[in-house]
């Protein structure tokens, strides 16, 4: 009976997402395969997870995943799912390649932001009053979750 055996990490996988969706928005992920030459047991699928941790992991185990963490088990090409809508906030996408062996490897991790708070919009410089000539004003927006500041040049 031959006896297989292959502790080889496969190399990482790159997580392709939306860095911002509305609140309730699934989320679509595709993830490109690892650039580096696969272990000789190939890649199984991809393990994926979606949580408020920077540091997050996809598995459990620091260099493996068990079969039930692997959530795309159709080879290197099984590579597109759709996660559950975060809260509102930063929440982040862990992801893993998963060897045949079930070797994993290092995680791959992007910040997904979750906002349905509309900007903060006022403009500066409207007189209190009628005006019978031009007026400048200046329109600032903040947004402070999305990160939006004001920027920009003064309209006429």
Not at 32 to 45: E, K, L, W, Y
Not at 97 to 116: E, F, H, L, P
């Amino acid at each position: 009976m031959p006896l297989y055996f292959d502790n080889a990490r496969p190399g990482p996988a790159a997580i392709g997402a939306p860095a911002w969706v509305a609140p309730g928005t699934a989320i679509p992920v595709h993830l490109s395969a690892p650039s580096d030459v696969p272990p000789i047991s190939g890649i199984h699928g991809y393990a994926i997870s979606i949580d408020n941790a920077a540091a997050g992991s996809p598995c459990a185990a620091a260099d493996r995943c068990a079969a039930a963490e692997v959530d795309l088990p159709g080879g290197i090409a099984d590579d597109s799912a759709s996660l559950p809508a975060p809260p509102a906030g930063v929440s982040y996408i862990h992801a893993s390649a998963v060897s045949g062996s079930g070797m994993r490897s290092t995680t791959a991790t992007q910040a997904i932001g979750v906002d349905g708070t509309p900007p903060q919009v006022h403009l500066e410089g409207a007189p209190s009053g009628w005006s019978n000539g031009p007026v400048r004003l200046t329109a600032l927006a903040t947004d402070p979750l999305s990160g939006l500041t004001a920027a920009g040049r003064a309209a006429r």
